[in-house]
Antibody, heavy 122, light 110 residues
Framework: EVQLVQSGAEVKKTGESLKISCKGSGYSFSTYWIGWVRQMPGKGLEWMGIIYPGDSDTRYSPSFQGQVTISADKSISTAFLQWSSLKASDTAMYYC???????????????WGQGTLVTVSS | QSALTQPPSASGSPGQSVTISCTGTSSDVGGYNYVSWYQQHPGKAPKLMIYEVSKRPSGVPDRFSGSKSGNTASLTVSGLQAEDEADYYCSSYAGSYSLVFGGGTKLTVL
């Protein structure tokens, strides 16, 4: 059974750094892309970017380029999303999801993590 | 990339059908047959309901169906049931390893 298990909720202050995780199991982690999706409070879903754990090829949505860093450690089947200096506007639920791609085209997001709530206050 | 346009709300009585639209551009919805729909209950992660415009993953009831015409995709829920009450999001491949989502539609079962 494919599972994506995310790290727990975080409460941080503005300016602090943060790294959240998404551990995959039940499949060959290094051979499937992993994506990240943001959902701000009461708002819709936003695509952040995607990484291929096998070679760490990473693609960012223009809206998130330079704002976050997506990484992966295939030895522990875990993808990461990190911030170097959090802002209040980073307060949101963050989901990892495993997409199906064909020749670079993202067809669907088949499996989702349970989400990690990040709260940033001053 | 701008978000796809969905109506903020939709409703129907049990047993009725409801259709939710999702309008994009020729760079996303109109350019690819890679439209998906996700159901999200409060406090839960999204769940894939429809992919590649009209295909259903295993386990999704056939009451859920999808279609597309030009730059607009649609999700139809037939035979509405109480458990269908949720938020629904469309998404489309938008080129260069990117996805774009709709703003979401809150479906109420009256």
């Amino acid at each position: 059974e494919v599972q994506l298990v995310q790290s727990g909720a975080e409460v941080k202050k503005t300016g602090e750094s943060l790294k959240i995780s998404c551990k995959g199991s039940g499949y060959s982690f290094s051979t499937y892309w992993i994506g990240w999706v943001r959902q701000m409070p009461g708002k819709g879903l936003e695509w952040m970017g995607i990484i291929y754990p096998g070679d760490s090829d990473t693609r960012y949505s223009p809206s998130f380029q330079g704002q976050v860093t997506i990484s992966a450690d295939k030895s522990i089947s875990t993808a990461f999303l990190q911030w170097s200096s959090l802002k209040a506007s980073d307060t949101a639920m963050y989901y990892c999801a495993r997409p199906t791609l064909v020749q670079g085209a993202i067809l669907r997001l088949d499996y989702w993590g349970q989400g990690t709530l990040v709260t940033v206050s001053s | 990339q701008s978000a796809l346009t969905q109506p903020p709300s939709a409703s129907g009585s049990p047993g009725q059908s409801v259709t939710i639209s999702c309008t994009g551009t020729s760079s996303d919805v109109g350019g690819y047959n890679y439209v998906s729909w996700y159901q999200q209950h409060p406090g839960k992660a999204p769940k894939l309901m429809i992919y590649e415009v009209s295909k259903r993953p295993s386990g999704v009831p056939d009451r859920f169906s999808g279609s597309k015409s030009g730059n607009t995709a649609s999700l139809t829920v037939s035979g509405l049931q109480a458990e269908d009450e949720a938020d629904y999001y469309c998404s489309s491949y938008a080129g260069s390893y990117s996805l774009v989502f709709g703003g979401g539609t809150k479906l109420t079962v009256l």
